[in-house]
Nanobody
Framework: VQLQASGGGLVQAGGSLRLSCAASERTFSIYNMGWFRQAPGKEREFVAAISRSGLSTSYEDSVKGRFTISRNNAKNTVYLQMNSLKPEDTAVYYC?????????????WGQGTLVTVSS
């Protein structure tokens, strides 16, 4: 599945952004989906995931209570609502299909979207 993330930008600490990830395939609904991020000089890391149906979610500890992942299978799109942003959230954000057991990405990475949080 080909994926295109969007919605990044520059925001002050404490602000909010909503990321979107559009999938090219109509079979989008069969995939568990997730968001990952890569900060400058660091490895890519897991942020959040949502099950095929949207009924189950999982979050990395540092974003719990601040970020919310959701999906709209009719629109082949997964979202990441990010509130109370911190400078340490600055990274390029990517979406991907995920292995629910390991919370690791499946397949190739699509184009990410840059989020910059100023202090």
């Amino acid at each position: 599945v080909q994926l295109q993330a969007s919605g990044g930008g520059l925001v002050q600490a404490g602000g909010s952004l909503r990321l979107s990830c559009a999938a090219s395939e109509r079979t989008f609904s069969i995939y568990n989906m997730g968001w990952f991020r890569q900060a400058p000089g660091k490895e890519r890391e897991f942020v959040a995931a949502i099950s095929r149906s949207g009924l189950s979610t999982s979050y990395e500890d540092s974003v719990k209570g601040r970020f919310t992942i959701s999906r709209n299978n009719a629109k082949n799109t997964v979202y990441l609502q990010m509130n109370s942003l911190k400078p340490e959230d600055t990274a390029v954000y990517y979406c991907a299909a995920v292995n629910w057991a390991t919370m690791t990405a499946l397949g190739s990475w699509g184009q990410g979207t840059l989020v910059t949080v100023s202090s």
